[in-house]
């Protein structure tokens, strides 16, 4: 099955970006369902008209929410990986350490593209290619990483090790199963990556 192409983004006016400031902060607090326009708008301070206007539909809010917390969450987790030290296995730790950041300071409750996954399982829903494009990004840099570290090992395997811990660690953080998920995450990904 083919995935659909990466959804068209707009040119934010500053009543857009107000509207979707709310939008994201509502959408990540509440849910995307249980959000409508009208509230939106009221707290965005513009019309339901201008919101409509800027981005058309809430589906196109929700893609524009999705992309630019995926593309915060790439630049914060590529500046934290460019101060890391030189070997794959500190930038694999530096990925939990980041996560372990960005979930304390944006993602109390857990990771926004798993939580938008939980109300859009839909294809053709212009928002699924950056869910599904978030996770897969996220894999080929788990699996780019172990290949440096492990180069004689199947790093194909260790790749999808590293990124079953990550993102059961991020929903386990979420969830508030127990204290510090993201950190004892980090500290299984340090042993599997430990010299033999």
Known sequence: MSSPATPQRIALTPG???????AS?????????AVGVDLIAAEAGVTKKTLYDRFGSKEQLVVEYLAARDERWRAFLAERMGTAGPTAAERVVAVFDASREWAGENSGRGCSMVNAHAEISDPNHPAYAIITGQKAWMLSLFTTLAREARPAADYEALGRTLMLIHEGALVAHGLNVFPDALGAAREQARSLLAPP
């Open 16 to 22: 857009a970006r107000r509207a979707l400031e709310a």
């Open 25 to 33: 902060r509502l959408f990540y607090e509440r849910g995307i369902h």
